[in-house]
């Protein structure tokens, strides 16, 4: 066995207290050994120095399309339709699989150097996506988004049948760190006969879905009209509502929905920043919370945040929930950071995003001697409140350390940031012409 110490940090403890301790870590299963005092714990094979450190489960980005990279500032200031038709997919229909390849490597060079260790991801060309993060070292979900609406039946039934390829495929990929679902892009994207077809033989699958859902009034009043039911009733009906599915937004969600949720364990993946950005509008999370629904965090596409950095959608999360609750008290310092760590991993379906043996060796950590990190009276409200992805100076996922001391060891930082500016300027020049 290969052990690895994490030594002499302050410890961000499951029940949101922080400790001064030590951790260690089975560097071949990828686990957590033991967390407790240097004296109690026995020597290592290496030591990883966090001192005058904050040590913290690794952050979970439980919604994205990291790919996207390639499109970041790209199109900015316009609603959700008119940006991913007009904008967006456009550019989208350009990308080869060697551009999602290198727009995705950015995204998880961005998601190592900011403390995020997993995360899940919407989009196509997935085998390229596959094997960026099979070479990164990170954990993650991944599924290929389905499309239906514009497209004849042969193309419609292919992008689900893609889906559930992909889905089988690469499930339990790179040593267990690749898991996988399937993913209607969304309730009004995708045509109820597909989905009629195609989620029973998701559920003999086995894997969760994951579909963005009520995210603008748009999406929903279309869903209200022709059915007189809201649209998360409505994917109930489908059977898209299993305590292993998760969805993305969750903003235009009324009491109805929000118990729905309670009940079912549906995850809802808050993204406060795309929602403000596009203008989508307020997830009730206070309420969510209370009602005990399953809350992660996510950045959504960095076209609509503009980057990876969990520690800015944490703060994003407290501040657009007191606004949305009209209370200051709501969407507290605790409940974001539980949402990054805990409540995402949860909603992935990961053993990860809490500090305690048997889970995974997924860890972050920042350092604390920073002006704007002084003084430390609350290290959960500087995290919720003052961190950036920029104070995280190791990172560490399942087991492994993918950056040490800012220095990202896993992939070639400079190399990866030239091919995708390259490749973006390129895609972006052929859906020009
Ligand atoms: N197979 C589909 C691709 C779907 S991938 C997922 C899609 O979600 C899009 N996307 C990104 N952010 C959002 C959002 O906030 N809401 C809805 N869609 C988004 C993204 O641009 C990408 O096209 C096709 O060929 O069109
Ligand atoms: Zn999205």
Redesign the pocket.
Known sequence: MTTLRIAGGQVLRPDMTVEETDVLVDQDEGEILAVGPADDLPEADETLDADDGLVIPGLVNAHC?AA?TLLRGYADDKP?ESW?RED??PV?AELTPEDVRAGTELGLLEMIQSGTTGFAD???HVEKVVEAVEDAGLRARLG????TIGRDEAAARE?FE?SLEIAAEFDGAADGRISTAV?P??LTTVGEEYLEEYIPQTRELGVPLHY?AN?TEDEVSPIVDERKERPLSYARDMDMTDVSDFV??GVHVNETEIELLAETGTGVIH?PA?NMK?A?GMAPIQAMLDAGVTVGLGT??T??NNDLDMFGEMRDAAMLGKLASNDASAVDAESVVRMATEGSATALGFNSGRIEEGANADLAVLDLSASHLTPRHDLVSHLAYAARGSDVIHTICDGNVLMADKEVLIMDERSVRKKAEKRAKDAIERASN
Do not use: N, R
């Open positions: 399309h996207m959700l991913l967006i997919w989208e919407m989009y196509f290929h988004g389905i499309v992008d893609t993913m892009h969304s963005h995210e993305a937004h993204c795309s596009l989508s959504d596409g076209a609509s």
